[in-house]
């Protein structure tokens, strides 16, 4: 059966129409946020972390117990109204701790990863972009600090540097960054042999120059998602630590100091003195891995329409 040709009619043209964008041109990074905002887990994540980080910030003020303050009279009292989390076996106010806590934990955890980033980005650009020869001999150096485990690292740093948070932070920052320095590697890699590069080599940039105006921008959405999975690793690192007695060391607090204080007395029905310090720890490492999932499908290129 023939279909005539009177049946397809042209359809009308006009400039304005063939011109006419479809949705608005929108670069990498508002496609990359607008991917996030749809992720609900990530956003839900998102708001933890700011909820938490307030707490840190501005929660110690906002009660008139004190995470140090001792009073025996009112030890192991449960969570009630005056005692929002219960007290432990020094009178001292659990809910008071753990804010207090908090900010030791985030910023052990912050810092580290800072840390990480700035020696990770250095020195993987450095041994991707030049490659061959130095580049083997930098990973190697790589490959044997990552196979020094952390925890000898900071017996060795407590005994010469004597137990605190500066020790904790160089410990967790001696091989943190070689996760960072293979990653960054591996992006420079797969770039440096792009067009934009070679036309920057070609008239005469440097290599600092190109490894921090073009490789390192353009491998900026893997170092964020990275950056976001070294905060919560960091701090259960400190958590782990202060749970052994290696790590903060009283009068502070820190939510694994809490928790290793609170861990004997859960057979005796003292349960609030583990929980609290738990839930607060398991929260937050959820909550970064929450935004860290997000991001990488934010930054995932084959997500981009």
Excluded: C
């Excluded at 708001?47 to 140090?68: E, K, N, R």
């Amino acid at each position: 059966m023939s279909v005539p040709d009177s049946l397809f009619v042209p359809m009308a043209k006009s400039a304005e129409a063939s011109e006419a964008i479809v949705r608005p041109r929108l670069s990498f990074w508002q496609e990359a946020w607008h991917r996030l905002l749809s992720n609900k887990l990530a956003m839900l994540g998102l708001i933890v972390i700011v909820l938490v980080a307030l707490l840190a910030i501005f929660g110690p003020s906002l009660t008139d117990q004190s995470y140090s303050k001792q009073s025996l009279l009112d030890a192991n009292q449960k969570p009630s109204a005056v005692h929002w989390f219960g007290t432990d076996d020094l009178g001292r106010d659990v809910y008071a701790r753990i804010l207090y806590g908090a900010r030791i934990s985030l910023f052990i955890g912050l810092m580290a990863a800072l840390i990480d980033l700035l020696i990770g980005m250095v020195y993987g650009g450095i041994s991707g972009y030049l490659g061959g020869r130095v580049d083997n001999i930098m990973m190697r150096f790589v490959d044997l600090l990552y196979g020094i485990p952390y925890l000898l690292i900071v017996i060795l740093l407590m005994v010469v540097m004597g137990p605190g948070l500066l020790t904790i932070i160089v410990a967790l920052s001696a091989t943190g960054w070689t996760g960072m320095a293979r990653i960054v590697r591996g992006q420079v890699l797969s770039l440096k042999s792009a067009e934009y590069v070679l036309a920057a080599r070609s008239l005469g940039g440097s290599a600092g120059y190109i490894i921090r105006k073009h490789l390192l921008p353009n491998a900026l959405g893997v170092i964020i998602v990275q950056v976001t999975f070294s905060v919560p690793s960091a701090i259960f690192a400190e958590a782990f630590l202060s749970f052994l007695g290696l790590g903060i060391q009283p009068p502070l607090a820190s939510w694994g100091a809490m928790a290793n204080d609170g861990l004997p007395t859960i057979l005796s029905g003292h349960w609030w003195r583990l929980f609290f310090p738990a839930f607060f720890i398991s929260v937050t490492m959820l909550a970064f891995n929450l935004v860290g999932d997000g991001l990488q499908d934010a930054f995932n290129p084959k997500q981009r329409r």
